[in-house]
């Protein structure tokens, strides 16, 4: 099993409040990744980063944010949380390197925002 | 438009009884195909990964194929078991990107029951 982990794993907020989604890994991998999964839907890519103090916007628009401080460490923010954000948020990382190196994925955090 | 459709969307099977899920995929330049398993509220796990040579790849009961040239995969389930319960995502990777672009199928629900 990926030693990368998610917290908090279940989230329910109210509109309006900022939240911080947590993800480390202990693989020593350089890229991360954040990806957003509504029910029955395929995973898109909201924000990656290459390395420390690189960080990119995915596919699909999001209003969140994100960091890279440290190589293990990839947070994601989000300001005013609102119900259109409620979705399960998955983290991921891969070796540095060519295409084709494997992702490995935490177990999400699912956020529901009432 | 690169694209990855899945087939069927879900499927019922009895427990010990053999399954294959179809992806087609129009995603070029193309590196690689990958099958990943993700069970409700976790994260995907990757079963297999296969390049633009290979044209299948067993990992225990699970077998995928590939063919390049269609542009089309499968992944055989031997003797289902109920823990093979889970959603299965046909991954494709593009060649053209430095970030190893992934996209990303809707996946197969498949529901084993005893």
């Known amino acids: 099993e990926a030693d990368i982990y998610q917290t908090p794993r279940y989230l329910v907020i109210g509109t309006g409040k900022k939240i911080t989604l947590e993800c480390s890994q202990t693989?020593?991998?350089?890229?991360m990744y954040w990806y957003q999964q509504d029910p029955g839907m395929e995973l898109h890519l909201i924000h990656y980063?290459?390395?420390?103090?690189?960080?990119e916007k995915g596919d699909l628009s999001s209003e969140s944010t994100v960091s890279r401080i440290r190589t293990e460490h990839f947070p994601l923010t989000l300001e005013s949380a609102r119900p259109s954000h409620t979705s399960q948020y998955l983290c991921a990382s891969s070796e540095d390197g060519e295409n084709g190196y494997e992702q490995y994925f935490g177990p999400g955090t699912r956020l529901t925002v009432t | 438009k690169n694209q990855v459709e899945q087939s069927p969307q879900s499927l019922i099977i009895l427990e010990g009884k053999n399954c294959t899920l179809q992806?087609?995929?129009?995603?070029?330049?193309?590196?690689?195909l990958r099958w990943y398993k993700q069970d409700t509220g976790r994260g995907p796990v990757s079963l297999t990964i296969?390049?633009?040579?290979?044209n299948t790849k067993s990992n225990g009961r699970y077998t995928a194929t590939l063919d390049a040239d269609t542009k089309q995969s499968s992944l055989h389930i031997t003797a289902s078991q109920l823990s093979d319960s889970a959603s299965y995502i046909c991954?494709?990777?593009?060649?053209?990107?430095?970030?190893?672009?992934?996209?990303f199928g809707r996946g197969t629900q498949l529901t084993v029951w005893p």
């Open positions: 693989m020593g991998h350089d890229k």
């Open positions: 991954v494709v990777s593009d060649r053209g990107s430095t970030l190893g672009r992934l996209y």
């Open positions: 980063s290459y390395g420390v103090n690189s960080t």
């Open positions: 296969m390049t633009f040579s290979e």
């Open positions: 992806c087609n995929y129009t995603v070029s330049p193309f590196s690689n």
